[in-house]
């Protein structure tokens, strides 16, 4: 048995305004060997720019009701009072079997959710530099309407207020590689806590023939 075997996985939540450049972070933590993703299942159109099933499995209202009435989700929220998205169990099911750190890219809402499930989770929170800079991002997207920016602004304002509740680590991502080395770092020492380590060390003692 390899050593990491006998240690349950990190469950990882990562969250930030849209524009904070989460999605590109969290691709850097799933970069790190041991990691695999949640695939949200959700309500909202695929864009022309998303791989069928690759970032999201979508989903139409009645199925997505379904599984919530089967309480296949591990948390669900409706995000910009618009669309419905969901962390399905299974995913945790499989990072459980497979022994890999799942990382889970949901809302606060969700966050919220997990947390108090399962207190053991860590939250991230992917921090813009600015304002200023958070509607210079949305803007150069070029992907929404004045009005949807000014939304995407009032609920980044929103989730930042509430950020301090469930986070446990911040990332400001003012540069994307300074804040992907960040972000992995809060994984390698995680996976480095001594507590996590305790049936391990218990091994190695009894190796030795025990305590005194
Ligand atoms: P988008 O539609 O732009 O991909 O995502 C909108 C928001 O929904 C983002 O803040 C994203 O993190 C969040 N989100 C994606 N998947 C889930 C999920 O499974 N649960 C929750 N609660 N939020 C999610």
């Known amino acids: 048995m390899t050593v990491t075997n006998e240690i349950a996985p990190l469950l990882l939540i ?12 969290v691709q850097k933590i799933l970069e790190l060997p041991g ?15 998303e791989a069928r099933g ?3 499995d979508f989903v139409t209202d009645a199925k997505f009701d379904a599984m919530v009435q089967r309480g296949e989700f591990l948390e669900f929220a409706r995000v910009f009072s618009k669309h419905s998205y969901g962390t399905p169990k299974k995913w945790l ?11 889970l890219e949901i809302d606060v809402q969700g966050a919220a959710q997990v947390k108090q499930k399962l207190p053991e989770s860590v939250a991230i929170f992917i921090l813009p530099p600015s304002r200023e800079e958070l509607e210079r991002r949305l803007r150069s997207r070029g992907q929404d309407s004045d009005e949807e ?8 304002r929103d989730e930042i207020a509430e ?4 986070y446990d680590y911040c990332v400001v991502n003012d540069d994307v590689e300074r804040a992907g ?4 770092a809060i994984v390698t020492a995680l996976r480095c806590t001594s507590a ?17």
């Open 149 to 156: 920016i000014k939304r995407r602004l009032a609920r980044a």
């Open 163 to 166: 950020f301090g509740k469930y």
């Open 14 to 25: 990562v969250s930030g305004p849209s524009g904070s450049g989460k999605s590109t972070l």
């Open 35 to 49: 990691t695999m993703p949640s695939i949200s299942c959700t309500t909202r159109p695929r864009r022309a720019t």
């Open 54 to 56: 690759k970032c999201y």
């Open 196 to 212: 996590r380590w305790r049936t391990r060390v218990e091994k190695l003692l009894a190796s030795f023939g025990g305590k005194d």
């Open 93 to 103: 099911e499989e990072s459980r079997k497979k022994g890999l750190d799942l990382v």
């Open 181 to 184: 080395r960040e972000a992995q």
